[in-house]
């Protein structure tokens, strides 16, 4: 994964964000409490992915941690003062929380996640919200919500989504830390590598997207929105035959043809991607 050389556009308090080379890079950066969220970085982080979104020129997004740790969940202090709220002021707070998971979820760009160290609790949720997660062989997770006697509500589509309802009664109940194996194994991670090697793997990655179409990567995942869950019927169907028919038609599907049968790069493949003359 590139590392930040320029000055990010962005001025954030708790992540440090740059776009190079068409990938937005975000990185949560308050180490002196394992990246832990608070008011503040749900904010910025919602603020900063809606961005990045809607910028063009990025093609997709790469979500780490500084400091040796992806994100230790909610700040304690941050969750004391909560306590402290009304119903009113506590529900809003928590939707903004909802808002930050949702956003991240739904950004229409492929993300990744680049675990290192820790990812409890809400940490969990960035990792299986992104469509990408790839960890380092001595990561640690935990749904740790129950041990303070709370409950993974906010992050819990997205986790039973990546990981199955049956080990979401496991890990949602004990509460208990897992590997990065056991995270592969039930599917809340794709890849885990040495921790060295972590940076180049999500390079590879980040190759292999910028390859493909970025509309068709767009379509790809409205397309998984509108059929996983949905009993294979009529419907179903009917959708997935207009859905291609109207991408085959699209001045993208129309150049990625051409350029299959044209053995050429097509026009969206970036110059460092393409193959030497």
């Known amino acids: 994964m590139p590392r930040k050389k320029s000055a990010s556009a962005f001025a954030c308090e708790t992540l440090d964000v ?12 308050r180490p002196d409490v394992h990246n832990a969220f608070n008011e503040t970085l749900i904010g910025e982080l919602t603020n900063v992915l809606q961005a990045l979104d809607a910028d063009a020129s990025v093609r997709a997004v790469v979500l ?8 230790a969940g909610a700040d304690l202090n941050w969750m004391k003062k909560m ?31 680049c675990v ?10 960035l990792v299986a919200c992104c ?24 992050i819990s589509p997205y986790v039973i989504e990546a990981i199955g309802a049956r080990q979401a009664r496991r890990y949602f109940l004990s509460a208990e830390r897992f590997t990065a194996a056991e995270a592969f194994r039930i599917g809340l991670v794709h890849d885990i590598v040495p ?11 980040l190759g292999a997207l910028l390859v493909a179409g970025p509309r068709a990567q767009l379509e790809c995942k409205a397309l998984i929105r509108g059929v996983a869950h949905r ?17 085959r038609a699209s001045p993208e599907g129309k150049e990625g043809v051409a350029a299959f049968l044209g053995k050429r790069p097509a026009k969206w493949v970036p110059a460092s991607l393409r193959p030497k003359k």
């Open 231 to 247: 009993p294979i019927d009529a419907d179903v169907i009917a959708g997935t035959a207009e859905h291609i028919a109207a991408v």
């Open 83 to 113: 306590a402290g709220y009304g119903p009113e002021e506590n529900l809003a707070d928590v939707q903004a929380l909802a808002l930050m998971l949702r956003t991240l979820y739904g950004v229409s760009k492929p993300t990744i996640a």
């Open 64 to 71: 780490t941690g500084h400091g040796g740790t992806f994100c």
């Open 116 to 125: 290192r160290g820790t990812a409890f609790g809400g940490g969990v949720g």
């Open 131 to 154: 469509d990408i997660a790839v960890a380092a062989h001595d990561a640690i997770f935990s749904l740790s919500e129950a041990k303070l006697g709370l409950i993974p509500a906010t």
């Open 195 to 205: 921790e060295p090697e972590l940076d180049t793997r999500v390079n590879e990655l």
């Open 18 to 29: 740059d776009v190079r080379n068409e990938i937005g890079l975000v990185a949560l950066n």
